[in-house]
């Protein structure tokens, strides 16, 4: 399978506990994005990066989370401190940009995380 | 500041009868509109999307959506609806082409016998 993956597929942790989840994109895809979507709502815009740049950060992104991309392949995105209101799917996606156009964003399964 | 509103959160057709999920969007320039299909259990595909080409856009599985820039809508439709159909459709506008994705609330299509 050449799809996005993301690992774990499921996560249960405690509040406070600090968890760290995985996306590996599509290999020729410099683009890489991360969502967070909770239950009846669509997908939020978190972060994303170009190579290993991270270019643009949503203020939904507390300090509490980090997200690096350290050779420009795949990701993490670190929660610490878990809170209740962290427990969402977190999607990754990823995509090409070439000569100024941006291509489809494919999609991960996502990693599901309840925080108890 | 751009979004997009989905104007029914749930909808029920009958096999075989058309298919109408409608979307509103806000948007200060002209704006790359998509829509998104979600099964259960898998990731989110891409149907179609909208790029200030044709204002008539078609997609996969028989799909296609209309941008009707007076309107400020980009409906999804479909002739005839088939059981594998029944998904969550989010309606989706992006602020400069393919940057991040702005997603609507979704629509949860169900398609009975």
């Known amino acids: 399978d050449t799809g996005v993956s993301q690992d774990p597929r499921h996560k249960i942790t405690k509040r406070g506990q600090n968890v760290t989840f995985r996306c590996d994109p599509i290999?020729?895809?410099?683009?890489l994005y991360w969502y967070r979507q909770t239950l009846g709502q669509g997908p939020e815009f978190l972060t994303y990066?170009?190579?290993?740049?991270?270019?643009?950060k949503s203020r939904l992104l507390s300090d509490r989370f980090s997200a690096e991309r350290p050779k420009g392949s795949f990701s993490t995105l670190e929660i610490q401190r878990t809170e209740q209101g962290d427990s969402a799917m977190y999607l990754c996606a990823s995509s090409f940009r070439s000569m100024g156009e941006n291509n489809e964003q494919f999609f991960g399964p996502g990693t599901r995380l309840t925080v108890l | 500041a751009q979004s997009v509103t989905q104007l029914d959160s749930h909808v029920s057709v009958s096999e075989g009868t058309p298919v109408l999920l409608r979307c509103n969007y806000s948007s200060s320039y002209s704006p790359s509109l998509f829509w998104y299909v979600q099964h259960p259990n898998k990731g989110l595909q891409l149907l179609l999307k909208?790029?200030?080409?044709?204002?008539l856009v078609k997609g996969i599985n028989g799909f296609e959506a209309e941008f009707k820039k007076s309107e400020t809508s980009f409906h999804l439709t479909k002739p005839s609806a088939h059981m594998s159909d029944a998904a969550e459709y989010f309606c989706v506008v992006s602020p400069g082409g393919y940057n991040k994705l702005i997603f609507g609330a979704g629509t949860r299509l169900a398609v009975h016998p």
């Open positions: 290999s020729e895809h410099n683009r």
């Open positions: 909208y790029t200030s080409a044709a204002t």
């Open positions: 990066f170009q190579n290993e740049a991270q270019l643009e």
